[in-house]
């Protein structure tokens, strides 16, 4: 069993930036790691993830260029850098463990193995 918690969420202003963290109680090494998202009234959507040991990553096309996945495995951690935020941007935004290796930016939900308990990010002036 793997217990998943975000942190860092909070309120920042159009064009700040916020990390978010992802802390693994158990070892999360093995595991690619996504990133979701769900805003106010709409679905969960995937944004991105990373593999297991961080050698790739992919994103959707809304973050790719703005937000960046790492992980830092001697500290069970996985890290969503959010750069250049925009109203929009406004989640509640989760980190997974996926059940797959991270060949493409997760399609759906079935394709996760544990869920964090959500962080919630405000973009706002």
């Known amino acids: 069993q793997l217990t998943l918690a975000e942190s860092g969420g909070g309120l920042a202003q159009p064009g700040g930036s916020l990390r978010l963290s992802c802390t693994a109680s158990?070892?999360?090494?093995?595991?690619?790691v996504g990133w979701f998202r769900q805003a106010p009234g709409k679905e969960r959507e995937a944004m991105g993830c990373?593999?297991?040991?961080?050698?790739?990553?992919y994103y959707t096309d809304s973050v790719k260029g703005r937000f960046a996945i790492s992980r830092d495995t001697a500290k069970n951690t996985v890290y969503l850098q959010m750069n250049s935020l925009k109203p929009e941007d406004t989640a509640v935004y989760y980190c997974?463990?996926?059940?797959?290796?991270?060949?493409?930016?997760?399609?759906?939900?079935?394709?996760?193995?544990?869920w964090g308990q959500g962080t919630q990010v405000t973009v706002s002036s």
């Open positions: 158990g070892t999360l090494d093995y595991y690619a």
């Open positions: 997974a463990a996926l059940t797959y290796r991270c060949t493409e930016v997760p399609r759906g939900e079935n394709v996760v193995d544990f």
């Open positions: 990373i593999s297991s040991y961080g050698g790739t990553t």
